[in-house]
Nanobody, 121 residues
Framework: QVHVVESGGGLVQPGGSLRLSCAAS????????MGWYGQAPGKERELVAT???????NYADSVRGRFTISRDNAKNTVDLQMNSLKSEDTAVYYC???????????????WGQGTLVTVSS
């Protein structure tokens, strides 16, 4: 099995910064992509940022220029540096990882439990 654990959420004032971290572990042969998705209150989960194994990134228009996603392939971790936070960034942020399971010999698509980011004064 593959597990994903997020950390780093919390309360921050508008204009502040926060860094989210995510670590994948278990029967991982390879990870194709890792990413962060946000679910604001009363809304559906949406893409925030993703990064491929080769480092290709993709950002939601609302966060481009403010958020930076990075990953460490050797450690199977992905971080999201969030700067210039706005109240509308308030959401539960979920880490997602897609790859190949060395035990089941099948692709996996695993979500973390989520970490809450609240941007408020």
């Amino acid at each position: 099995q593959v597990h994903v654990v997020e950390s780093g959420g919390g309360l921050v004032q508008p204009g502040g910064s926060l860094r989210l971290s995510c670590a994948a572990s278990g029967s991982i042969f390879s990870i194709h992509a890792m990413g962060w998705y946000g679910q604001a209150p009363g809304k559906e989960r949406e893409l925030v940022a993703t990064i491929s194994s080769l480092g290709r990134t993709n950002y939601a228009d609302s966060v481009r220029g403010r958020f930076t996603i990075s990953r460490d392939n050797a450690k199977n971790t992905v971080d999201l540096q969030m700067n210039s936070l706005k109240s509308e960034d308030t959401a539960v942020y979920y880490c997602n990882t897609k790859g190949y399971d060395i035990v089941t010999h099948a692709d996996f698509d695993v979500w973390g439990q989520g970490t809450l980011v609240t941007v408020s004064s």
